[in-house]
């Protein structure tokens, strides 16, 4: 059974940071790309970044730009998003995916699996 479970979210005060992981198990996406979505209460899913399949490749939205950094370690099947300068507009719960491609894609509909979703609140 593939899972993708994320962690590290929480509250924090604007301007703070928070590190979310995404542990992947039931098998290996050393091969895909993976991304990170958010959704804020009352809003669509949103892209937020992606890492392609070696790390070599990365995309980000323009909301994030500068200030969050996605990475990963192919060899614990993680991947990782740090955050810095959080703003309150960052708030949301946040969602690890895995690409059916090697590309750091932004299109929602190219992430065929997709975790719980972590809450990270950020308070001005």
């Known amino acids: 059974q593939v899972q993708l479970v994320e962690s590290g979210g929480g509250l924090v005060q604007a301007g703070g940071s928070l590190r979310l992981s995404c542990a992947a198990s039931?098998?290996?996406?050393?091969?895909?790309?993976m991304g990170w979505f958010r959704q804020a209460p009352g809003k669509e899913r949103e892209f937020v970044a992606a890492?392609?399949?070696?790390?070599?490749?990365?995309n980000y939205a323009a909301s994030v730009k500068g200030r969050f950094t996605i990475s990963r370690d192919n060899a614990k099947n993680t991947v990782y998003l740090q955050m810095n300068s959080l703003k309150p507009e960052d708030t949301a719960i946040y969602y690890c995916a895995a690409s059916q491609s090697s590309w750091a894609s932004s299109r929602r509909y190219e992430y065929n699996y997709w975790g719980q979703g972590t809450q990270v609140t950020v308070s001005s």
């Open positions: 890492i392609s399949w070696s790390g070599g490749s990365t």
């Open positions: 039931g098998r290996t996406f050393s091969t895909n790309a």
